[in-house]
Protein backbone atom coordinates (compact mmCIF):
# COMPACT_ATOMS: atom_id res chain seq x y z
CA UNK A 1 0.00 0.00 0.00
CA UNK A 2 1.80 3.60 -0.84
CA UNK A 3 1.57 6.00 1.20
CA UNK A 4 0.96 9.82 0.51
CA UNK A 5 3.04 10.39 -2.52
CA UNK A 6 3.93 14.30 -3.07
CA UNK A 7 5.20 15.63 -6.75
CA UNK A 8 7.09 17.50 -7.48
CA UNK A 9 10.30 16.62 -4.69
CA UNK A 10 11.80 19.74 -5.61
CA UNK A 11 11.35 23.00 -7.66
CA UNK A 12 12.70 26.08 -8.04
CA UNK A 13 9.94 29.24 -9.42
CA UNK A 14 11.08 33.03 -9.81
CA UNK A 15 8.78 35.58 -8.06
CA UNK A 16 5.54 36.26 -9.43
CA UNK A 17 5.01 32.81 -11.24
CA UNK A 18 2.28 30.47 -10.04
CA UNK A 19 2.87 27.32 -8.86
CA UNK A 20 0.92 23.44 -8.37
CA UNK A 21 2.21 21.06 -6.13
CA UNK A 22 0.01 18.00 -6.14
CA UNK A 23 -0.80 15.08 -3.97
CA UNK A 24 -2.16 11.63 -3.70
CA UNK A 25 -3.14 10.30 -0.21
CA UNK A 26 -3.10 6.66 0.73
CA UNK A 27 -5.76 4.17 -0.41
CA UNK A 28 -9.38 4.69 1.89
CA UNK A 29 -8.36 8.42 3.40
CA UNK A 30 -10.91 11.09 1.86
CA UNK A 31 -9.53 14.11 3.34
CA UNK A 32 -6.52 15.88 2.40
CA UNK A 33 -4.49 18.73 4.45
CA UNK A 34 -1.97 20.64 3.05
CA UNK A 35 0.96 22.16 5.44
CA UNK A 36 3.60 24.71 4.64
CA UNK A 37 6.98 24.16 6.85
CA UNK A 38 9.30 26.90 7.00
CA UNK A 39 12.73 25.84 7.79
CA UNK A 40 13.40 25.19 11.25
CA UNK A 41 9.86 25.48 12.30
CA UNK A 42 6.62 23.27 12.55
CA UNK A 43 4.33 23.19 9.81
CA UNK A 44 1.61 25.53 9.40
CA UNK A 45 -2.08 24.59 8.56
CA UNK A 46 -2.81 26.09 5.12
CA UNK A 47 -6.47 24.29 4.18
CA UNK A 48 -8.15 20.55 4.23
CA UNK A 49 -10.57 18.84 1.38
CA UNK A 50 -13.18 16.75 1.93
CA UNK A 51 -15.23 15.31 -0.61
CA UNK A 52 -14.14 17.65 -3.00
CA UNK A 53 -14.39 20.54 -0.77
CA UNK A 54 -12.67 23.08 0.87
CA UNK A 55 -13.24 22.46 4.81
CA UNK A 56 -10.98 24.35 7.02
CA UNK A 57 -8.35 27.12 6.10
CA UNK A 58 -5.71 28.54 8.23
CA UNK A 59 -4.04 32.00 8.15
CA UNK A 60 -2.91 32.19 4.23
CA UNK A 61 -3.59 34.56 1.93
CA UNK A 62 -5.90 34.27 -1.65
CA UNK A 63 -3.03 33.22 -2.98
CA UNK A 64 -3.45 30.26 -1.98
CA UNK A 65 -5.93 27.89 -3.26
CA UNK A 66 -6.43 24.21 -3.86
CA UNK A 67 -8.98 21.27 -5.21
CA UNK A 68 -9.81 17.95 -4.59
CA UNK A 69 -10.77 15.46 -7.37
CA UNK A 70 -13.14 12.68 -7.15
CA UNK A 71 -10.30 10.00 -6.46
CA UNK A 72 -9.51 11.81 -3.43
CA UNK A 73 -5.89 13.59 -4.47
CA UNK A 74 -5.43 16.97 -4.19
CA UNK A 75 -3.61 20.36 -5.76
CA UNK A 76 -2.03 22.94 -4.24
CA UNK A 77 -1.79 26.45 -5.87
CA UNK A 78 0.55 29.38 -5.15
CA UNK A 79 -0.08 32.66 -7.54
CA UNK A 80 2.17 35.46 -7.35
CA UNK A 81 5.10 33.88 -5.42
CA UNK A 82 6.83 35.78 -3.09
CA UNK A 83 10.26 35.13 -1.80
CA UNK A 84 8.84 34.01 1.34
CA UNK A 85 6.70 31.15 -0.38
CA UNK A 86 9.89 29.16 0.30
CA UNK A 87 9.30 26.22 2.19
CA UNK A 88 8.47 23.01 2.37
CA UNK A 89 4.81 21.95 1.37
CA UNK A 90 3.37 18.71 3.08
CA UNK A 91 0.18 16.85 2.47
CA UNK A 92 -1.52 15.11 5.04
CA UNK A 93 -4.21 12.62 4.85
CA UNK A 94 -6.56 11.46 7.23
CA UNK A 95 -8.82 7.88 8.01
CA UNK A 96 -10.20 9.87 10.98
CA UNK A 97 -9.78 11.76 13.50
CA UNK A 98 -6.61 12.21 15.56
CA UNK A 99 -4.57 10.55 12.80
CA UNK A 100 -2.86 12.02 9.67
CA UNK A 101 -0.04 10.38 7.66
CA UNK A 102 2.22 13.02 5.63
CA UNK A 103 4.24 12.88 2.42
CA UNK A 104 7.73 13.51 1.79
CA UNK A 105 7.01 17.05 0.91
CA UNK A 106 7.84 19.11 -2.11
CA UNK A 107 10.47 21.75 -1.56
CA UNK A 108 9.84 25.07 -3.34
CA UNK A 109 12.11 27.57 -3.71
CA UNK A 110 11.29 31.07 -4.84
CA UNK A 111 14.39 33.36 -6.56
CA UNK B 1 1.80 33.86 22.92
CA UNK B 2 2.08 30.51 20.49
CA UNK B 3 -0.63 28.39 20.63
CA UNK B 4 1.97 25.28 21.11
CA UNK B 5 5.42 25.53 22.51
CA UNK B 6 8.33 23.20 22.13
CA UNK B 7 11.45 23.61 23.42
CA UNK B 8 13.93 23.28 19.99
CA UNK B 9 16.73 22.01 21.78
CA UNK B 10 19.02 20.43 20.48
CA UNK B 11 18.89 17.88 22.89
CA UNK B 12 22.23 15.35 23.08
CA UNK B 13 21.82 11.96 24.90
CA UNK B 14 23.84 8.66 24.82
CA UNK B 15 22.46 5.76 23.41
CA UNK B 16 20.76 3.65 25.76
CA UNK B 17 19.40 7.17 27.54
CA UNK B 18 15.99 7.37 28.88
CA UNK B 19 14.73 10.49 26.25
CA UNK B 20 11.97 13.31 27.70
CA UNK B 21 10.53 15.59 25.00
CA UNK B 22 7.86 17.82 26.24
CA UNK B 23 5.26 20.45 24.45
CA UNK B 24 3.02 23.01 26.62
CA UNK B 25 -0.02 24.39 25.28
CA UNK B 26 -2.16 27.34 25.94
CA UNK B 27 -5.76 26.19 24.26
CA UNK B 28 -7.84 23.59 26.34
CA UNK B 29 -10.28 22.98 23.65
CA UNK B 30 -7.27 20.93 22.39
CA UNK B 31 -8.22 17.20 22.50
CA UNK B 32 -5.70 15.21 20.50
CA UNK B 33 -2.73 15.12 20.75
CA UNK B 34 0.13 13.54 18.36
CA UNK B 35 4.04 12.69 18.05
CA UNK B 36 5.64 13.01 14.96
CA UNK B 37 9.39 12.26 13.87
CA UNK B 38 11.01 14.13 11.07
CA UNK B 39 14.35 13.06 9.89
CA UNK B 40 16.39 15.75 7.93
CA UNK B 41 14.57 16.82 4.58
CA UNK B 42 11.39 14.44 4.69
CA UNK B 43 7.85 14.35 5.86
CA UNK B 44 7.13 13.76 9.49
CA UNK B 45 6.25 9.99 10.72
CA UNK B 46 3.63 9.68 13.33
CA UNK B 47 4.59 8.03 15.94
CA UNK B 48 2.04 7.77 18.48
CA UNK B 49 -1.84 9.64 19.16
CA UNK B 50 -3.81 10.13 22.43
CA UNK B 51 -7.37 11.34 22.95
CA UNK B 52 -7.73 13.45 26.22
CA UNK B 53 -5.75 13.08 28.84
CA UNK B 54 -3.76 9.76 29.71
CA UNK B 55 -0.78 7.63 29.05
CA UNK B 56 -0.57 5.41 25.82
CA UNK B 57 2.69 2.55 25.05
CA UNK B 58 3.44 1.85 21.90
CA UNK B 59 6.90 -0.58 21.97
CA UNK B 60 9.72 2.26 23.18
CA UNK B 61 7.65 4.90 22.99
CA UNK B 62 5.34 6.73 25.97
CA UNK B 63 3.08 9.31 25.56
CA UNK B 64 1.56 11.13 28.52
CA UNK B 65 -0.96 14.38 28.13
CA UNK B 66 -2.13 16.11 31.34
CA UNK B 67 -4.48 18.74 30.01
CA UNK B 68 -5.34 20.22 33.30
CA UNK B 69 -1.71 21.40 33.65
CA UNK B 70 -1.66 22.19 29.20
CA UNK B 71 1.55 19.46 29.18
CA UNK B 72 2.38 16.73 26.78
CA UNK B 73 5.17 14.63 26.96
CA UNK B 74 6.98 11.71 24.73
CA UNK B 75 9.56 9.21 26.25
CA UNK B 76 11.88 7.00 24.24
CA UNK B 77 13.53 4.23 26.11
CA UNK B 78 16.57 2.78 25.32
CA UNK B 79 17.20 5.60 22.83
CA UNK B 80 19.02 4.17 18.97
CA UNK B 81 21.54 6.73 17.31
CA UNK B 82 18.83 5.77 14.17
CA UNK B 83 16.42 7.53 17.10
CA UNK B 84 18.60 11.05 15.79
CA UNK B 85 15.60 13.29 14.40
CA UNK B 86 13.26 16.12 15.14
CA UNK B 87 10.78 15.14 17.33
CA UNK B 88 7.29 17.28 16.28
CA UNK B 89 4.42 17.43 18.57
CA UNK B 90 0.56 18.14 17.72
CA UNK B 91 -2.99 19.08 18.68
CA UNK B 92 -5.87 19.45 17.02
CA UNK B 93 -9.49 20.96 18.93
CA UNK B 94 -11.70 18.23 16.84
CA UNK B 95 -12.37 15.50 14.56
CA UNK B 96 -11.54 17.61 11.75
CA UNK B 97 -7.61 17.43 11.80
CA UNK B 98 -6.30 21.06 11.81
CA UNK B 99 -3.31 20.38 13.62
CA UNK B 100 -1.66 23.05 15.69
CA UNK B 101 2.16 22.21 15.81
CA UNK B 102 5.17 22.78 17.77
CA UNK B 103 8.42 23.89 16.14
CA UNK B 104 10.23 20.57 16.86
CA UNK B 105 12.58 19.38 19.41
CA UNK B 106 16.03 18.00 17.81
CA UNK B 107 17.16 14.89 19.41
CA UNK B 108 21.04 13.44 18.63
CA UNK B 109 21.98 10.00 20.05
CA UNK B 110 25.49 9.20 20.40
CA UNK B 111 26.68 6.46 20.19
Known amino acids: DAGVTQSPTHLIKTRGQQVTLRCSPK?????VSWYQQALGQGPQFIFQ???????QRGNFPDRFSGHQFPNYSSELNVNALLLGDSALYLCASSPGPGEAFFGQGTRLTVV | QKEVEQDPGPLSVPEGAIVSLNCTYSNSAFQYFMWYRQYSRKGPELLMY????GNKEDGRFTAQVDKSSKYISLFIRDSQPSDSATYLCAMSEDNFNKFYFGSGTKLNVKP
Open chain 2, 50 to 53: TYSS
Open chain 1, 49 to 55: YYEEEER
Open chain 1, 27 to 31: SGHDT
